[in-house]
């Protein structure tokens, strides 16, 4: 896992900046390289192949083609062994190398070979070749306005290029609606997202953008059994591939069915698995369940218990390492789980993904007939709804609608691809991507493992969501081998005590910010919280309240203090 970032001009100066914003993400090794007509730069996460030969940016024998690299490329070895029949030859064991090959014998095509999580840049000097995975796992930001191009890993990279941090005002509204901001664009105007699936290319001041993942639901008739064996064979392979690495490796356990899978199948080819948990030490917690789970696969478990105090000493540092609030306090406990982490291994393990491909969300149930409405169902995770208009201090485009879904029938497997293409790749994994980086820590998905995700939507609805039972395919593949406790209990949301956490004092602390705010109607603001301090609908209200004081953080951090930050 690392960092990258670039830029259609020659500046080793702004290259070094843009690097030094996000080192976090690979402390390991750093290089650059100015080319003709671009610089590219790298900060390392060492994973395969530790030696210096795996240091990038690195180039082909002829020295023509560069790439900056950011992920991995799960059958590399597989791909290795084809181009090395076709004549290739390697210097080093990384995957790094075989993408560089692959561009060299299969053009923009290679992308269609790659397996796994990635963002990457190759430039031969005169043209540059952007990709992202098809899930969305990695991410990777462009900029394209007055001829200059510029891309990185992450957001706050661009503003050491002299890019002004304006809001993006419909953006905005698209995060008070669906906790995110859906499609290409971010709360930064004019800096966008290459969206998964997609490769860019940059050549004579123009750029172009591909799809070449094209995800259709083609649902296939055949047995249970057979497709129960498929889906058992398939996780597995998919979890011993992200084994893989020349530095340990654990697991997040949360204590639901989804992580317990992951350490089921590391514990079939591992003695010695080691996982992390975080929790708030209450009542709802899930920490007895992941305990019971480690205990059950005989794990070396490590727990860490988050207080109030300890969220508010890095609420400012978990905003600013986001990039784009998100309105989830869930992230919380992903930073601690992933700072404890750190120490003990270098990658880890996580569950995200088979909610959002095998219907695991209690939302789903509301779908009982074909002609649900797409429209109805887009709406059951907003945030904000009608009454989010009255909180904006501008007038603007308040639609924030799913156009490209909202004209079909909200059948589960619409459902399902809507939250995997657009709730999925901006909200769950970028939520895993920044605050595993922000520790220097590598995360890896088993369940959105390419065969995986395409087995998923040619899966009849009824192996996913059955009798208001969701994941049942995944239930039935791991009977047996994960408890019964945990692979037949009731779905457990994660909880976090954000009612206490107000009570406690973050009520106080969103009264002070948000009466200095320029982007919220204060008047408004004031009556949200008068609801979150009586209401009986006080969760939903406290869940609001978070999201604007998040949202009002970071415009502090990034659009009031850029002339701190450049």
Known sequence: MCGIVGFNFRDKELLIKMM????????????????QNFS?????????????????????????????????????????????????????????????????????????????????????????????????????????????????????????????????????????????VLGESTLFQNIKKLLPGHYLVYENNDISLSKYFQLDIVEKDISGEVLVTKFRELFN????????ADVPVGAFLSGGLDSSCVVAMMSKVSNHVKTFTAGFNEEHDEMKYAKKVSEHYGTEHHEVYINYDDMTKIFDDVVYHMDEPIADPAIFPVCFVSKLAKDKVKVALFGEGADELFAGYSKYNIINSSFFPMRRYVKTDQLFTSDKNKFFNYEGNTNGTAVNYIGKSANLNNALLFDFKEILPNFQLMKVDKMTMMHSLEGRVPFLDKEIVKFAFQLPAKYKLHNGTGKYIIRKSVEGIVPKEILWGEKRIFFTPLKKWMDEGLRDIAIERLMKTEIFDKRN???????????????KYSNQLWSLLMIETWYQQFVKKHEVIA
């Open 20 to 35: 030094g914003s996000i080192s976090h993400r690979g402390s390991d090794q750093k290089g650059g390289v100015l080319l």
């Open 40 to 180: 590219l730069g790298h900060q390392r996460l060492s994973i395969i192949d530790l030696s210096e030969k795996g240091k990038q940016p690195l180039c082909n024998e002829e020295g023509d083609k560069w790439i900056v690299y950011n992920g991995e490329i799960y059958n590399f070895k597989e791909i290795r062994e084809d181009l090395e029949k076709l004549g290739h030859k390697f210097r080093s064991d990384t995957d790094t190398e075989v993408i560089i090959h692959a561009y060299e014998e299969y053009g923009y095509n290679c992308v269609n070979v790659f397996n796994g999580m990635f963002a990457f840049a190759i430039s031969d000097g005169k043209k540059l070749f952007l990709a992202r995975d098809p899930v969305g796992i990695k991410p990777l930001y462009y900029y394209f306005e007055n001829g200059s191009f510029i891309f990185a890993s992450e957001i706050k990279a661009f503003f050491h290029a002299g890019i002004a941090p304006n809001i993006n005002h419909d953006s905005l509204n698209l995060l008070l609606s669906y906790r995110t």
């Open 237 to 244: 392979k998919s979890v011993n591939r992200m084994l893989v």
């Open 525 to 539: 603001v004031l009556k949200l919280i008068h609801k979150e301090n009586n209401s009986l609908r006080r969760y």
